[in-house]
């Protein structure tokens, strides 16, 4: 993953609502939710789940799919993969990090 990528990710995950929304897509799994859904669910107005999704679209953290007069929302699992394993690439002095190996590590 490209540098301007992990900013771009990192910087729309960096809001409350953004994250909550990223999540509950991340628990819901392939099927991914509608936009409604996600309103209802986390509480957040329609209007600013709308520019929120945008956000994290533009990102690419989510990945729409329009069933016909919907909008279905799912978690781009490998752009956060590609994240996590930016983030963690050089974990444990580039040691691989097992379970044992993470609990002792101090990075």
């Known amino acids: 993953m490209q540098e301007s990528q992990v900013i771009r990710s990192l910087s729309a995950l960096a809001h409350e609502a953004r994250l909550r929304v990223f999540?509950?897509?991340?628990?819901?799994?392939?099927?991914?939710?509608?936009?409604s859904a996600l309103a209802e669910q986390l509480g957040i107005a329609p209007n600013?789940?709308?520019f929120h999704l945008k956000e994290l679209a533009h990102a690419e953290l989510v990945?729409?799919?329009r069933q016909g007069r919907?909008?279905?929302y799912r978690a781009a699992f490998p752009v956060m993969n590609g994240?996590?394993?930016y983030l963690t690439e050089n974990c444990c002095q580039g040691a691989a990090c097992t379970p044992d190996a993470?609990?002792?590590c101090q990075c």
């Open 48 to 50: 600013a789940l709308s």
């Open 23 to 35: 999540r509950a897509l991340v628990v819901a799994g392939p099927e991914g939710l509608t936009p």
């Open 102 to 104: 993470a609990a002792l």
């Open 63 to 65: 990945s729409q799919e």
């Open 83 to 85: 994240l996590l394993a």
């Open 70 to 72: 919907n909008v279905l």
